[in-house]
Structures are given as structure tokens and as C-alpha cells.
Nanobody
Framework: QVQLVESGGGLVQPGGSLRLSCAAS????????MGWYRQAPGKKRELVAR???????NAADSVKGRFTISRDNAKNSVYLQMNSLKPEDTAVYYC?????????WGQGTQVTVSS
């Protein structure tokens, strides 16, 4: 059974930092493109950042220079370091794993940026 379990969300003040983690099981993790997406209330889910099996990354313009995605294949985990957080970063953050036609999602973790 495939599982993607996110952790690390919470409430943080503007300008603060959080580190999200996603632990995967039931997949050959190193083959997968791993991504972080987010969905704010009333908005569509959007890509935040993605990392390929070889470690190439890309990120949304809105988070470039503030968020960093990384992966540890030995731990079957992907991370999202979020710095200089803004209120507009408030959303549910989802972990995603894609390889060929296989596409899996985690249950999401809430990130709230507020003073």
C-alpha cells in the first residue's frame, strides 16, 4: 500500500520558517518525481516545487529564493524548507509522487502564516 505522510505544518508568524517533511512507503522512491503542491481556500491546487529523481528542481516564481525542496532517497523522504513566510503562503500543503502513470498524493498538512 502506497502512503505519503506529510508533517511539519503549523502556525508561524510572517517572516518565520517551517520545514515540511513527506515520508513515502510502498513505492520505489528513488524513481519518482517528488513535488509539493498547495491549495488555499477558494483557490486551485498549485505547484510549489518539484524535484526529479536525479535531483533537478524547479519552483513556482512566488516561492523562488524563499523555499527549497530536497530529497533523501535513503530515507524515502522529501522536504520543503520554507523561509521568509508570508500570509499568502497560508494553505494546505500536499506531497505528490509521480512516475510514469503512477501518481500519488498525501493527505496534506496545514500551514498558516499569521501574526
Amino acid at each position: 500500500q502506497v502512503q505519503l505522510v506529510e508533517s511539519g505544518g503549523g502556525l508561524v508568524q510572517p517572516g518565520g520558517s517551517l520545514r515540511l517533511s513527506c515520508a513515502a512507503s510502498g513505492i520505489s522512491f528513488s524513481f519518482y518525481i517528488m513535488g509539493w503542491y498547495r491549495q488555499a481556500p477558494g483557490k486551485k491546487r498549485e505547484l510549489v516545487a518539484r524535484i526529479s529523481s536525479s535531483g533537478d528542481t524547479n519552483a513556482a516564481d512566488s516561492v523562488k529564493g524563499r523555499f527549497t525542496i530536497s530529497r533523501d532517497n535513503a530515507k524515502n523522504s522529501v522536504y520543503l524548507q520554507m523561509n521568509s513566510l508570508k500570509p499568502e503562503d497560508t494553505a494546505v500543503y500536499y506531497c505528490n509522487a509521480v512516475w510514469r502513470v503512477q501518481d500519488y498524493w498525501g493527505q496534506g498538512t496545514q500551514v498558516t502564516v499569521s501574526s
